[in-house]
């Protein structure tokens, strides 16, 4: 997966919170603001030295447990699309909660280079109820549209859940994600949305990883991305990066160089 950023050996992903689309309970009638904030959050993030950018349905909750309806789709395409034509890094596709089959018709059709799946493998207790891997149906709709050049990136031990069983080693878990669920990179993260990852859970899951690429997915700030770097290829960070750092509000540019210049 590093392989799409040939330069660099740590990549920073930053997120485009997607604001309520159509269709979902907090949606505010103005399709309009929702393109607007999704356009200045990727410039921002884009003209602050990033990497890559991800955009997701940030603003869909409560999310749909498989996958998502059509409209949500056909906007999510659309604002990929236009985010796509004023970026120039590798953009990502995340349809919550687990629609990668979504994510990957989405990142063909605009050109996007990678994915993320909460749940590629296995089962996990999640907000949505139980929630099945989908790795059988994701890598046969990427074998039949031709689209290996699309980097799938799976969460191990994913956030907002817990395991349906007992709790597995994770180096069993990632063992079955990459090479039974053929993920390119994988994800770990902490309990929720912008809460921080434990140190020690990323060191196993980076010596188990062996030479498959491991991002931390939340709860990276600025005072300890660098030392997360110790221990990952990459990071995902998105609440660190918003004005006040609450995750529903805009790109804040300051908080986007504090960031970039503490991980450089």
């Known amino acids: 997966m590093l392989s799409l950023w040939p330069?660099?050996?740590?990549?920073?992903?930053?997120?485009?919170?997607?604001?309520?689309?159509?269709?979902?309970?907090?949606?505010?009638?103005?399709?309009?603001?929702v393109r607007a904030r999704a356009l200045t959050d990727a410039k921002a993030l884009s003209d602050g030295g990033i990497d890559s950018i991800m955009i997701e349905n940030f603003g869909d909750a409560p999310f749909y447990p498989g996958p998502v309806p059509s409209?949500?789709?056909a906007h999510l395409t659309a604002l990929a699309a236009q985010v796509k034509?004023?970026?120039?890094?590798?953009?990502?596709?995340?349809?919550?909660?687990?629609?990668?089959?979504?994510?990957?018709?989405?990142a063909q059709?605009?050109?996007?280079?990678?994915?993320r799946v909460n749940i590629l493998?296995?089962?996990?207790?999640?907000?949505?109820g139980i929630m099945q891997g989908i790795a059988h149906?994701?890598?046969?709709?990427?074998?039949?549209?031709?689209?290996?050049?699309i980097q799938v990136m799976a969460d191990v031990d994913v956030k907002h859940s817990s395991p349906l069983g007992e709790r597995r080693a994770i180096e069993d878990e990632l063992d079955d994600t990459i090479h039974r669920g053929l993920a390119d990179g994988v994800v770990a993260?902490?309990?929720?949305?912008?809460?921080?990852?434990?140190?020690?859970h990323v060191k196993r899951?980076?010596?188990?990883?062996?030479?498959?690429?491991?991002?931390?997915?939340?709860?990276?700030?600025?005072?300890s991305v660098k030392q997360f770097l110790q221990y990952c290829d990459g990071i995902i960070v998105g609440t660190a990066l918003k004005v006040d750092g609450v995750a529903s509000n805009p790109v804040d540019p300051q908080r986007v160089a504090a960031f970039m210049k503490a991980a450089r």
Do not use: C, W
Request: charged share 20%.
């Open 7 to 33: 330069e660099k050996s740590k990549i920073i992903i930053g997120m485009v919170h997607l604001l309520p689309l159509p269709g979902s309970p907090r949606f505010a009638s103005d399709l309009n603001e």
């Open 71 to 73: 409209y949500v789709v």
């Open 85 to 106: 034509r004023i970026i120039k890094v590798p953009l990502g596709i995340n349809v919550l909660r687990n629609d990668g089959r979504s994510a990957l018709a989405i």
């Open 109 to 115: 059709a605009v050109g996007a280079q990678f994915i």
């Open 121 to 128: 493998s296995g089962a996990r207790v999640t907000d949505q």
């Open 137 to 149: 149906d994701l890598q046969r709709d990427r074998a039949a549209l031709g689209a290996q050049h």
């Open 189 to 200: 993260s902490g309990a929720g949305t912008g809460k921080a990852a434990d140190l020690n």
């Open 205 to 223: 899951i980076k010596a188990a990883a062996g030479s498959t690429p491991v991002f931390v997915g939340s709860g990276v700030s600025a005072k």
